[in-house]
C-alpha cells in the first residue's frame, strides 16, 4: 500500500510538509524540504518511483533484492541489512564462486549469487581477467588451472588469497589451509610458465602433450599435474573460516558463529535483536550476539564508555555501554567474539537503543540444569523448597547471573523451562551441590553444548 500525503504550506518561505508511505525501503514521512521548494512534480516522481520498486519487490523478489544488492555493494550495514531481509523473504544468498559468479549479485536456482565486485582487494581488472578465461576455455578445474589461465599482472597474490578466504574456491576444494598454503607454490609456477609463452618457450610437459594427447582438456591436465603442491594440512577452523570471510565480504554467508547456538539460546533470549523495538521501555533482556565493532568515547568528565555494533541472526544494532559498565567489562569487548549480553531498552528521538549492563564470553556461560518429574513440577511443597535454594544462592544480583534451567522429564516428553531472572545464582557449582543434596538431580552445562 502506497500513501501519497498532499502538500502543505507551514508558512515559510518554500517549506512543505509532505509524506511518502510504502513497504519497502525508501521511506519520507513527515520531513521538512526547506530552501527546496520541494513541488508536486517532486512528490509524484517519488511516489511513481515507490509504487514501481514496490511493484518489484512484491512480484519480483529475487530479482530485486540482487539489484539492490548490486546497487549498495559499497555499503557494508546497508548490505547485511538487505541480506537479513533476504533471510526473512526465504531467499538465500550463496558466497562467491570463482566458476559461477559475475561482477555482480546475480539471482540463479531460487539464491542470490555473491558478486565478485563486493569481495574486498578484487579489482575491476581481476575480475574482466577471470570472466575472460572463463569464457573463452570454461570452468576452472584447480588452483593451478586458475593461475595458469588469468593474468597475474591483474589476480595478484593478495587477490588471490582473498578469493580462497572467502570461499570462492570451496566447490573445487574445501580445504581452504591447504590452498592457501598451495598458492604460495602455484603462483610461482604459474609466473614461470607465462614467462616462458611470452619468450616463445614451451613446457616439456605441454609439448609432450601436444604430441600425445588427443584433447586440449588433456594437454592441460598434463600441464597441471606438474604443477607443485604443499605438505597436506588440516582446514581452519569454522571460526577462523567465518572471520576471514566477515573481514573480505563485510559479513558472515558460508555460516554464521551463532547458528551453533539456535537450539539452545532462546531458553535464555525470548525475543531476537529484531524484536527489540517492540518491548516496553526499560524491560532488562538478555541476547546473544556476536560483538562487531567497539567505538570508544570520552565523556564530558573524562570516563570512557563505548558503542558497540552487536549482531544476532535477525539483524544488528547499537549497544550502549556507559562508564561504571564499561570500567568493569572492558577487557570482553573483543572484535568477532560471541557475548552474552544483558541489558534493557531505551527510547531517545524515536530511536530504540540497548543499554548493556554486563557482558559474558558465551565459551564461559554455564547454566544450571535441575529436573522434575511432573510429581515435582506440581507439587507446591517441592517448588517451594527449590524456590527457597535458588533464592539464597542469588542474593547478590549485580554477580547473579547463570541462568537456572529446568527439565521436566516424563515417559513420552522433555520439556525445558527457563526459570525467571530473579532466580539467576552465582556460583553454579555450589548451587548445584546444594540442590543435589535436596534431593533435587542437578548438572552444569555450558551454553556452548561442551
Known amino acids: 500500500m502506497i500513501k501519497i500525503a498532499t502538500r502543505k504550506y507551514l508558512g515559510k518561505q518554500n517549506v512543505y510538509d509532505i509524506g511518502v508511505e510504502c513497504d519497502h525501503n525508501f521511506t519520507i514521512k513527515n520531513g521538512l524540504i526547506a530552501a527546496n521548494c520541494f513541488n508536486k512534480s517532486h512528490s509524484t516522481a517519488y511516489g511513481y518511483v515507490t509504487y ?44 562467491p564462486d570463482i566458476n559461477r559468479s559475475g561482477v555482480d549479485f546475480t539471482p540463479t536456482a531460487g539464491k542470490i549469487l555473491f558478486g565478485f565486485s563486493a569481495v574486498r582487494n578484487v579489482g575491476q581488472n581481476a575480475i574482466a581477467s577471470i570472466l575472460s ?139 531476537n535483536l529484531s524484536q527489540l523495538g517492540e518491548q516496553r521501555e526499560d524491560t532488562r533482556l538478555c541476547a546473544v ?66 543499554i548493556l549492563e554486563d557482558a559474558e564470553p558465551v565459551e564461559t556461560v554455564q547454566m544450571v540444569m535441575v529436573e522434575l518429574n511432573p510429581q515435582q513440577a506440581g507439587n507446591m511443597e517441592d517448588l517451594h523448597r527449590l524456590k527457597t535454594i535458588l533464592q539464597d544462592h542469588s542474593v547478590d544480583k549485580e554477580k547473579a547471573k547463570m541462568p537456572v534451567i529446568g527439565i521436566i522429564q516424563t515417559e513420552t516428553s522433555r520439556k525445558l523451562v ?7 545464582v552465582q556460583d553454579s557449582r555450589i548451587t548445584v551441590q546444594a540442590l543435589q543434596n535436596a534431593s533435587f538431580p542437578a548438572h552444569i552445562k555450558s551454553l556452548t553444548g561442551s
Open 418 to 424: 527457563r526459570l525467571g531472572w530473579q532466580f539467576c
Open 289 to 354: 550476539v556476536m560483538l562487531n565493532n567497539v567505538k570508544k568515547v570520552v565523556t564530558k568528565k573524562g570516563d570512557q564508555m563505548a558503542i558497540l555494533q552487536v549482531e544476532d541472526l535477525t539483524t544488528q544494532l547499537e549497544a550502549v555501554v556507559f562508564p561504571k559498565t564499561y570500567e568493569r567489562i572492558s577487557s570482553l569487548l573483543q572484535v568477532d567474539t560471541r557475548l552474552i549480553i544483558w541489558g534493557k531498552v531505551d527510547r531517545r528521538d524515536e530511536q530504540t537503543q540497548f
Open 52 to 95: 514501481q520498486t514496490a511493484y518489484l519487490k512484491a512480484n519480483y523478489p529475487l530479482e530485486y533484492m540482487a539489484a539492490l544488492l548490486t546497487a549498495n555493494s559499497g555499503d557494508t550495514d546497508k548490505v547485511q541489512r538487505y541480506i537479513t531481509n533476504c533471510t526473512n523473504m526465504g531467499i538465500s544468498i550463496d558466497p
Open 133 to 271: 578465461a572463463r569464457s573463452e576455455t570454461g570452468e576452472f578445474k584447480s588452483l593451478a588451472d586458475f593461475c595458469d589461465r588469468v593474468d597475474l599482472r591483474a589476480v595478484n597474490r593478495r587477490t588471490l588469497e582473498s578469493l580462497i578466504y572467502c570461499g570462492a574456491f570451496d566447490k573445487i576444494e574445501s580445504n581452504r589451509q591447504q590452498l592457501i598454503n598451495d598458492s604460495e607454490l602455484v603462483y610461482d609456477w604459474a609466473q614461470s610458465r607465462a614467462k616462458d609463452r611470452a619468450s616463445g618457450q614451451g613446457n616439456l610437459f605441454d609439448l609432450l602433450g601436444d604430441g600425445f594427447s588427443s584433447t586440449q582438456n588433456q594437454r592441460a591436465n598434463n600441464a597441471f599435474e606438474t604443477a607443485p603442491k604443499s605438505k597436506p594440512v588440516t582446514d581452519l577452523p569454522p571460526q577462523k573460516k567465518l572471520q576471514m570471510e566477515k573481514e573480505l565480504l563485510g559479513f558472515y554467508v558460508s555460516d554464521h558463529p551463532l547458528k551453533s547456538l539456535r537450539q539452545i539460546a532462546p531458553l535464555l533470549t525470548p525475543i
